[in-house]
């Protein structure tokens, strides 16, 4: 699976939109990028997912560039709840790739 | 629909003491990993079952040991506890080793060796 770059931590106050980027420069053709978070004390909550066209649920937005090697997961309203650690995570959906390789993530702090 | 469930929530055992962590995926996934994670850090793969069959293991030693039964429920054995193994486990599932979907995770059992 591809290594993905994130920054350590960021604020955003409540109720305006929290933009997380990432980076994954090695990333190949048949690789999706995921997005989890994790609250303190809880498994991880898958969040949404892409291959190469943006994305959007209840939860979020993905938006991957054009080439690919970065993307950005967009929470357009955050709450005080969507505190928690952000994971980007690249991988190929297949039966041969295993497992979730989870890096440090980034710790999304919202302020009141 | 339940999500995963995973039992104990907390637990604590003495170092070479035996533990045996319980997993109950979620209705209709036949796939479950679990995951190692220390305090501070991301989690890490210890291995994946499908259909009753290890499908992939992660860096960890032999006394690292799994089952899974046929409703797709899974047990995580470990042997001869050290304080290092001191974490919270967690147990995630999906639909299939194919499926485009994300993994659901359970809330996790965090596991104190003293």
């Known amino acids: 699976d591809a290594k993905t770059t994130q920054p350590t931590s960021m604020d955003c106050a409540e109720g305006r939109a929290a933009n997380l980027p990432c980076n994954h420069s090695?990333?190949?053709?048949?690789?999706?990028v995921y997005w989890y978070r994790q609250i303190h004390s809880q498994g991880p909550q898958y969040i949404i997912h892409g291959l190469k066209n943006n994305e959007t649920n209840e939860m979020a937005s993905l938006i991957i560039t054009e080439d690919r090697k970065s993307s950005t997961l967009i929470l357009p309203h955050a709450t005080l709840r969507d505190t928690a650690v952000y994971y980007c995570i690249v991988r190929v959906p297949s039966g041969s790739a295993r497992q979730l390789t989870f890096g440090s993530g980034t710790q999304l702090t919202v302020l009141p | 629909e339940t999500g995963v469930t995973q039992s104990p929530t907390h637990l604590i055992k003495t170092r070479g003491q035996q533990v045996t962590l319980r997993c109950s995926s979620q209705s209709g996934h036949n796939t479950v990993s679990w995951y190692q994670q220390a305090l501070g850090q991301g989690p890490q793969f210890i291995f994946q079952y499908y259909r009753e069959e290890e499908n992939g293991r992660g860096n960890f030693p032999p006394r690292f040991s799994g089952l899974q039964f046929p409703n797709y429920s899974s047990e995580l054995n470990v042997n001869a506890l050290e304080l290092d193994d001191s974490a919270l486990y967690l147990c995630?599932?999906?639909?299939?080793?194919?499926?485009?979907?994300?993994?659901?995770f359970g809330s996790g059992t965090r596991l104190t060796v003293v």
């Open positions: 995630a599932s999906r639909p299939g080793l194919d499926s485009l979907y994300g993994y659901t």
């Open positions: 090695t990333i190949s053709g048949n690789e999706y």
